[in-house]
């Protein structure tokens, strides 16, 4: 282990670390966006749509993710319409490439999670919205989404690390992300075990940080929960039976 | 495109590769996860720790990184002992990392699929008298077997398309055939999409596998209507 040479190439990987930063918060984003409509429509009861999404999940999922980005990153530029279109000058852009795929696959992922998230919502809040005459685009804004997606958040944390790790595929196609950065730097003085390390570590923070997140997320979305079990504390118990007694004693 | 452009065979032997591959990392992978749920379970804090450790640092890192570093790491541990330049196997390093990446999801699925056994079952084991070995073998086993087969057959599923990265390191497998055929026909699309129509195959044949595996399993159980 040279630990002068981790230093100096230190700086190197952050800068890496930086774009796969940005690829993986930019799939995140656009996957999300792509997927709250589709599981939407997934857990609609025409069978039609239903069928049709499960389709887009069921290859997206089924094949690996480095055949679908060689297939937008090679494959494109081999039709003449596209190249001809306005679409070429994204297409021809590695760092497009790689958010196009990568956002498409985190959709398809997330797709399916959070359809499990509504499926999971219990009947009765949906029937309380419904008898409470809330329209179709008020129960799903206001009980469907927000309870389906606390439902599916442990599941989606996974998701999002899983992007992370994904993200490293992008270094096929010369992006220079963290790998990428670290398999430049090895080809160039070709002392693996410093750098590869370095850079593991590196996504091992970034997994940490995400997990974190997600936990905190996880128990600020849960509150009302936690709020029900306080009520048992024999702490808060006697605190509302002093203040029951002292609201006798002004009312007296 | 007849035969397609001579590449069929080609394509097959990859196919081939991909699968065998995946299989031999699936079968040593199970004996790693169930060696390192064992660990977890261990009353040895040491041994608890150090698979703790295992499962959090392989699951925190990239694939394509634990693959690079196998690689790249093992030539050039194997060129300092031996003390001339040895290239690591394409296909041993590339099933080493698949190994060890699978048996880190798979150890958290026995974990998980061990808890779900009863523990009156374990008990009842052990007041009759048999050996931690035997409590292991025939009643922890055969009974977590059901519980760990959904999150097995996602992980075999995982894997299947996780073989497509040892094509960096140069391994002949699928991948790396469609991309030799792409690259000397200029046809990049027609042979990325047969690898991803025959990846497709390959999960669609596991997942009817898996549906069958596991009603299997579900046999002897009783479910309420």
């Given at each position: 282990?040279?630990?002068?040479?981790?230093?100096?190439?230190?700086?190197?990987?952050?800068?890496?670390?930086?774009?796969?930063?940005?690829?993986?918060?930019?799939?995140?984003?656009?996957?999300?966006?792509?997927?709250?409509?589709?599981?939407?429509?997934?857990?609609?009861?025409?069978?039609?749509?239903?069928?049709?999404?499960?389709?887009?999940?069921?290859?997206?999922?089924?094949?690996?993710?480095?055949?679908?980005?060689?297939?937008?990153?090679?494959?494109?530029?081999?039709?003449?319409?596209?190249?001809?279109?306005?679409?070429?000058?994204?297409?021809?852009?590695?760092?497009?490439?790689?958010?196009?795929?990568?956002?498409?696959?985190?959709?398809?992922?997330?797709?399916?999670?959070?359809?499990?998230?509504?499926?999971?919502?219990?009947?009765?809040?949906?029937?309380?919205?419904?008898?409470?005459?809330?329209?179709?685009?008020?129960?799903?804004?206001?009980?469907?989404?927000?309870?389906?997606?606390?439902?599916?958040?442990?599941?989606?944390?996974?998701?999002?690390?899983?992007?992370?790790?994904?993200?490293?595929?992008?270094?096929?196609?010369?992006?220079?992300?963290?790998?990428?950065?670290?398999?430049?730097?090895?080809?160039?003085?070709?002392?693996?075990?410093?750098?590869?390390?370095?850079?593991?570590?590196?996504?091992?923070?970034?997994?940490?940080?995400?997990?974190?997140?997600?936990?905190?997320?996880?128990?600020?979305?849960?509150?009302?929960?936690?709020?029900?079990?306080?009520?048992?504390?024999?702490?808060?118990?006697?605190?509302?039976?002093?203040?029951?007694?002292?609201?006798?004693?002004?009312?007296? | 495109?007849?035969e397609l452009q001579g590449f069929g065979d080609q394509i097959a032997l990859g196919a081939f590769t991909t699968?065998?591959?995946?299989?031999?990392?699936?079968?040593?992978?199970?004996?790693?996860?169930?060696?390192?749920?064992?660990?977890?379970?261990?009353?040895?804090?040491?041994?608890?720790?150090?698979?703790?450790?295992?499962?959090?640092?392989?699951?925190?890192?990239?694939?394509?990184?634990?693959?690079?570093?196998?690689?790249?790491?093992?030539?050039?541990?194997?060129?300092?002992?031996?003390?001339?330049?040895?290239?690591?196997?394409?296909?041993?390093?590339?099933?080493?990392?698949?190994?060890?990446?699978?048996?880190?999801?798979?150890?958290?699925?026995?974990?998980?699929?061990?808890?779900?056994?009863?523990?009156?079952?374990?008990?009842?084991?052990?007041?009759?008298?048999?050996?931690?070995?035997?409590?292991?073998?025939?009643?922890?086993?055969?009974?977590?077997?059901?519980?760990?087969?959904?999150?097995?057959?996602?992980?075999?599923?995982?894997?299947?398309?996780?073989?497509?990265?040892?094509?960096?390191?140069?391994?002949?497998d699928l991948m790396r055939k469609s991309?030799i055929a792409a690259?000397?026909?200029?046809?990049?699309?027609t042979f990325?999409?047969i690898a991803?129509s025959l990846?497709?195959?390959?999960?669609?044949?596991?997942?009817?596998?898996?549906?069958?595996?596991?009603?299997?399993?579900?046999?002897?159980?009783?479910?309420?209507?």
């Amino acid at each position: 282990m040279n630990l002068h040479l981790i230093v100096e190439v230190l700086p190197r990987l952050l800068e890496g670390m930086f774009l796969t930063a940005k690829l993986t918060a930019a799939s995140v984003a656009f996957g999300l966006l792509i997927a709250v409509p589709l599981a939407l429509l997934r857990t609609s009861p025409s069978s039609v749509l239903s069928y049709t999404i499960f389709l887009y999940t069921f290859v997206f999922r089924g094949t690996p993710l480095l055949v679908q980005l060689f297939l937008i990153y090679y494959g494109a530029g081999q039709l003449e319409w596209i190249r001809s279109s306005a679409a070429w000058s994204i297409l021809r852009d590695p760092f497009w490439c790689a958010l196009i795929a990568f956002s498409l696959n985190n959709g398809a992922y997330t797709t399916e999670i959070l359809r499990g998230g509504i499926r999971a919502v219990p009947s009765g809040e949906i029937e309380a919205a419904k008898a409470l005459g809330m329209s179709y685009a008020l129960r799903i804004r206001r009980i469907v989404l927000p309870a389906g997606f606390r439902l599916a958040l442990p599941a989606y944390a996974n998701e999002v690390v899983l992007m992370l790790k994904a993200s490293s595929l992008a270094s096929t196609i010369t992006l220079m992300e963290l790998t990428g950065t670290a398999r430049k730097i090895v080809a160039q003085t070709f002392s693996p075990y410093e750098v590869f390390i370095s850079a593991a570590l590196i996504y091992l923070g970034f997994t940490f940080l995400i997990v974190h997140v997600f936990g905190r997320l996880e128990r600020h979305m849960a509150k009302h929960q936690q709020r029900a079990k306080l009520k048992n504390n024999s702490r808060s118990h006697r605190r509302a039976a002093a203040k029951i007694s002292a609201s006798q004693k002004v009312a007296s | 495109m007849t035969e397609l452009q001579g590449f069929g065979d080609q394509i097959a032997l990859g196919a081939f590769t991909t699968l065998r591959t995946a299989l031999t990392s699936l079968a040593l992978g199970i004996g790693v996860g169930l060696c390192g749920a064992a660990a977890k379970r261990s009353r040895v804090r040491i041994i608890r720790w150090l698979a703790g450790c295992y499962t959090t640092i392989v699951r925190g890192v990239p694939e394509l990184l634990i693959i690079l570093i196998l690689y790249f790491g093992g030539t050039v541990a194997l060129t300092t002992v031996f003390g001339r330049y040895v290239e690591v196997d394409a296909f041993a390093a590339g099933v080493f990392a698949l190994t060890i990446v699978f048996g880190a999801y798979a150890t958290e699925v026995f974990r998980a699929a061990i808890q779900a056994v009863p523990s009156g079952q374990i008990e009842a084991a052990q007041a009759l008298g048999l050996s931690r070995f035997c409590v292991w073998c025939f009643v922890i086993l055969p009974q977590m077997w059901r519980y760990a087969l959904p999150g097995l057959g996602n992980l075999w599923l995982t894997l299947l398309k996780d073989t497509a990265l040892i094509s960096v390191v140069g391994l002949e497998d699928l991948m790396r055939k469609s991309s030799i055929a792409a690259g000397s026909t200029h046809d990049p699309l027609t042979f990325y999409s047969i690898a991803a129509s025959l990846y497709l195959l390959f999960t669609s044949v596991s997942l009817v596998g898996l549906t069958w595996l596991e009603r299997r399993a579900d046999r002897g159980v009783r479910f309420a209507k």
